[in-house]
């Protein structure tokens, strides 16, 4: 838990200023989302849709609540991934050109690929945001 309060410091010390902000979702929004979905969210998701899902950096896009109408909306995106052949047993939460990051009910992340081939696995959201997303604006600068 400790760890994923220095990596949500580390995404707000990173956010950028966007057109149009994204905000933050009420406990009560996120739990409309899981009874939505028909899931409960890992501890760590919730943490992070609950304290940081409004961070914006760099170019990596992680689904959100509070972006209806948009190709970042967790509630249709997920519904439209499980449809694409995402097992339901994992929460899509943030898409790769057809692929997914995916959240597993222990709270590990993988990379499922539309073709199969891939076997990428991060520990938990921290070491995520850390490799995937953090890590991508590092290999930009």
């Known amino acids: 838990m400790a760890q994923l309060v220095d990596t949500i410091a580390a995404l707000r010390s990173r956010n950028e200023s966007a057109p149009l902000p994204l905000r933050l979702p009420t406990v009560t929004d996120v739990d409309a989302a899981e009874r939505q979905l028909g899931i409960a969210f890992h ?48 929460l899509p939460i943030c898409g790769d050109n057809g692929n997914w990051f995916c959240m597993r009910s222990d709270g590990a992340i993988v990379y499922w690929d539309h073709n199969g081939a891939n076997q990428e696995e991060w520990c938990d959201l921290s070491a995520w945001i850390q490799d995937v997303w953090l890590g991508d604006l590092q290999r930009r600068t």
């Open 43 to 90: 501890s760590d998701y919730r943490r992070y849709l609950l304290e940081a899902s409004d961070v914006v950096v760099g170019t990596v896009e992680p689904l959100v609540l509070m972006a209806p109408d948009s190709h970042i909306d967790l509630l249709s995106t997920v519904r439209n991934a499980w449809e694409f052949g995402v097992p339901r047993d994992l």
